[in-house]
Nanobody, 120 residues
Framework: QVQLVESGGGLVQPGGSLTLSCAASGSISSIYDMGWYRQAPGKRRDLVAT???????IYADSVKGRFTISRDNARNTVYLQMNSLKPEDTAVYYC??????????????WGQGTQVTVSS
């Protein structure tokens, strides 16, 4: 069993910053890519950013230059530094990880989500 737990969400004013964290725990052999997704009310869940175990990153166009994804492989933790936040960044942010739990067993896991609200 694997758990991903996000933290760091909250209310911030436009132009402000937040850092999200997501820690994976459980029966983990290794973690391949990890990522952040977000879902606003009435909208689909969309990719925000992903990072491989080697540190290669991909960002949605809407967050390039404002958000930075990073990870600590020793701690099985991924971070999302969010700067210059806009009201349209308001959403529930979900962590995702591609996790190997055994010799063959490998699955994607989701965290429970953390709310980010950007408002004055």
């Amino acid at each position: 069993q694997v758990q991903l737990v996000e933290s760091g969400g909250g209310l911030v004013q436009p132009g402000g910053s937040l850092t999200l964290s997501c820690a994976a725990s459980g029966s983990i052999s290794s973690i391949y890519d990890m990522g952040w997704y977000r879902q606003a009310p009435g909208k689909r869940r969309d990719l925000v950013a992903t990072i491989t175990s080697g540190g290669s990153t991909i960002y949605a166009d809407s967050v390039k230059g404002r958000f930075t994804i990073s990870r600590d492989n020793a701690r099985n933790t991924v971070y999302l530094q969010m700067n210059s936040l806009k009201p349209e960044d308001t959403a529930v942010y979900y962590c995702n990880g591609d996790v190997r739990t055994g010799v063959i067993a490998r699955s994607r896991y989701w965290g429970q989500g953390t709310q980010v609200t950007v408002s004055s």
